[in-house]
């Protein structure tokens, strides 16, 4: 499983460096691809537990918010909620009268889709456009990256304490310590590395930010995670899809994403 792991992520990873250096339209289909198809195996958690989910309606939805956060930043993120909430009342309302037993709790699960993978999502987007954009995205994903590593490796090796044994029964304290250190420690190298690779000044890299930004993700975007294994918990199911083989699906790969690219995006905005 490892092996396999590693593999996939050796072949995809130079590409998804790329397109995030490439930006514009590549990247914006890039992060498109992976949320929508994370809001689709959202859909599909509930649908097997019996729930109706629009799951086209959802994915469209997700797209929207992505779109837009693209061409037009959040000017008309009010407006597209607005637009998705009444229509997707108007659906279930329609189901319901096709024979839907609960699609007042389908609404809810329809609603919360495209909320979370979607406008949460689309927040990616909105951290590739700050001023050096794919550098903070880099940045951050790295973080990400090493903090998970770190965990995996520190909690087989010395792991005892659960952190969330319902939630995720594997993770521990020990190992999610070890991805928050790790985390700290790759923002702070890349933070110093990057203007090095870029020969110029990045706007607000500095190893000082790197490492706060770094700590920042570590610490708290693990939480998506556990929040992914609670829809997986309560569908029964080990992994969301089985687009990646040895990663399971997008929503398993975009679970920390969705987190990290919010926390990113504000740290830039507001402590920069």
């Known amino acids: 499983m490892l092996r396999q792991r590693v593999l996939v992520a050796a072949l995809l990873l130079p590409v998804g460096i790329a397109l995030i250096f490439l930006g514009g339209l590549p990247y914006l289909l890039l992060v498109a691809f992976f949320m929508v198809t994370a809001v689709w195996e959202y859909a599909g958690l509930f649908a097997a537990l019996g729930r109706r989910p629009a799951r086209g309606l959802m994915a469209l939805g997700a797209a929207a918010f992505l779109l837009s956060r693209f061409f037009a930043a959040f000017r008309y993120d009010a407006h597209l909620l607005a637009a998705l909430i009444l229509l997707t009342l108007v659906y ?154 040895g990663h399971g699906g997008a929503f398993d790969r975009v679970d920390s994403w969705l987190w990290a690219g919010l926390l990113a995006y504000y740290f830039i905005k507001f402590i920069l």
Do not use: C, N
């Open 92 to 245: 279930h309302m329609a189901d319901y009268e096709r024979g839907a037993p609960e699609s007042a709790t389908d609404f809810a699960v329809s609603l919360s889709g495209m909320l979370y993978i979607g406008f949460v999502g689309a927040y990616m987007v909105s951290l590739r456009q700050a001023a050096d954009g794919a550098w903070w995205v880099l940045l951050t994903l790295t973080s990400i990256w090493v903090a998970d590593s770190g965990a995996y490796f520190a909690g087989r090796a010395w792991g005892k304490h659960p952190l969330s044994p319902r939630l995720s029964p594997k993770k521990t304290w020990e190992g999610y310590l070890a991805g928050v250190l790790g985390g700290a420690l790759a923002g702070t190298v890349l933070g110093a590395a990057f203007p090095q690779a870029a020969a110029h000044t990045l706007a607000g890299i500095t190893p000082g930010h790197g490492a706060l930004l770094g700590l920042l993700v570590s610490t708290l975007a693990p939480l998506g995670d556990l929040g992914e294994s609670l829809f997986k918990r309560q569908a029964g199911v080990k992994d969301s899809g089985s687009l990646l083989p």
